[in-house]
């Protein structure tokens, strides 16, 4: 985990702190900052597997463990990309597990863009 990533981790404190830091991380464009407002023992993400390049992307553009993205390559493999729909089996596969919350889930679409969700 990078140095940015253990400071912003450390976030913690109530459901209402969390969302404000990840509202404000969303404002600034601060993306470590986001990417701390989940719990730093358990490093879960939810990505929209498009295709396992960008599962990959996001793995190195943040620094995650394979493990963090287990449940959306694991989604992609049994069901391939369905579109829109892929990132909602993800999260219903991280809900059946009970993975540990908050969770950041992202999602992706045509051109460069992309969509971010904190669930608390």
């Known amino acids: ?14 459901p209402d702190d969390i ?14 900052k986001l990417m701390g407002c989940w719990a730093d023992e358990d ?6 597997p498009g295709g396992p390049r960008i599962v990959t992307a996001v793995e190195e553009a943040l620094g995650l463990d394979t ?10 493999d049994e069901y391939g990309n369905m579109s829109s729909p892929t990132i909602l089996f993800v999260i ?4 059946r597990g009970n993975a540990p919350r908050p969770c950041v889930a992202i999602g992706f679409g045509p051109g460069l863009n992309a969509e971010v969700a904190l669930f608390l």
């Open 92 to 95: 219903d596969r991280l809900r």
């Open 67 to 76: 493990s963090a993205t287990a449940a959306s390559r694991a989604i992609l």
């Open 43 to 48: 490093d879960i993400v939810c990505i929209h």
């Open 1 to 14: 985990m990078s140095k940015a990533r253990q400071r912003h981790a450390t976030l913690g404190g109530s």
């Open 19 to 32: 969302e404000a830091a990840f509202y404000e991380a969303l404002q600034t464009g601060d993306l470590e």
